[in-house]
């Protein structure tokens, strides 16, 4: 719940934001009298690989939001180190931007720009208000990418991503501790229960179950599952999708079934989808709070660690 007491000084939290570096994205559509619109978005990030989604977001102040709220295409294209002139050209206003430059069209004739690291084609699904911006998600038609290395933006300056291998991590000083403050496994579940429980408080006021909400994950990260299949997934969480729960899904109308006995099929329906994408949102703004203060190197190191324990515990 937001305090309306709470005073932000919006100067310094947009300088707290440059501290999350970022790749450079210009997001390009068509308006409705054929006009090619294009502007510099540094606000991108993956939502789901089945379907394949992505989301970015505009102010509402912005002068192009009309022709992507009226678009049914769009394209988000993941500039490349050399391509920072590019990206200065689609932040300004009041000129031609795609004046001179050499251009492919994509679904519904939206412009496409060459040479970028990658470039996903997309279809609108989604639009939500997101305070004083609007967020788009969208789903990926067709997509390309390049070996270039990809233009990154921190601290309101451009920088370079320079790939480097993870060094040994530094041996941690032994230090008479607490069972709580050094048990890996009380650590594990204090963050997980800390980056959850925003999450739990969406999906509890969309009337969903714990079962149910890990139901709709699994289904929007990957089509075309079998009862079992879904139950094999849901294992880690101690959950198991029965006759009472998917009736409820089912009442719902967030998923669908198809075929009978053991080899029915589930997916989400558009609802289920739209619920998904919106936990997700959550999700993902849970977990760049927990991460803030983190650098590239640390934050790969975690996942990797954390993707080995998981390894080392499965039955």
């Known amino acids: 719940m937001s305090n309306p007491n709470l005073v932000i000084d919006s100067k310094q939290f947009r300088n707290a934001l440059g501290a999350f570096a970022t790749g450079v994205t210009i997001v390009t559509t068509r308006d409705g009298e054929g006009t090619d619109v294009g502007l510099t978005a540094s606000s991108f990030n993956s939502v789901s690989l089945e379907p394949p989604m992505i989301l970015w977001s505009l102010a509402k102040t912005s002068g192009s939001l009309s022709a992507f709220m009226t678009g049914d295409y769009f394209a988000v294209h993941v500039l490349a180190a050399e391509q ?144 079992g299949q879904i139950e094999e997934l849901l294992k880690p969480s101690g959950h198991r999708l029965g006759d009472e729960e998917l009736g409820k899904l089912l009442q719902a109308e967030l998923v669908t079934v198809q075929g009978d006995g053991p080899a029915r099929q589930f997916d989400l329906t558009s609802r289920g989808h739209e619920y998904a994408v919106k936990l997700f949102v959550q999700a993902k703004s849970s977990e760049q709070k927990a991460i803030a203060g983190l650098d590239w190197d640390d934050l790969a190191l975690l996942k990797n660690l954390l993707k080995k324990v998981i390894r080392n515990t499965r039955n």
Not at 189 to 217: H, I, N
Request: charged share 25%; hydrophobic share 35%.
């Open 84 to 227: 920072q002139s590019l990206s200065d050209r689609f932040s300004k206003r009041g000129i031609d931007k795609f004046a001179g430059l050499e251009l492919e069209r994509g679904p519904g004739q939206v412009p496409l720009l060459g040479d970028c690291a990658a470039r996903f084609k997309c279809k609108t699904s989604f639009r939500y208000e997101g305070g004083d911006h609007i967020i788009f998600v969208g789903e990926v038609i067709e997509f390309d990418h390049s070996a270039h290395p990809p233009l990154a933006f921190h601290g309101g300056k451009y920088a370079k991503v320079h790939p480097r291998a993870l060094e040994n991590p530094v041996d941690v000083e032994d230090v008479n501790s607490s069972f709580n403050k050094d048990y890996l496994g009380f650590l594990l579940g204090v963050a997980s229960m800390q980056l959850y429980q925003p999450v739990r408080k969406d999906w509890q006021q969309l009337g969903l179950t714990e079962c149910g909400y890990f139901v709709l994950s699994v289904l929007a990260a990957g089509k075309h599952k079998t009862q």
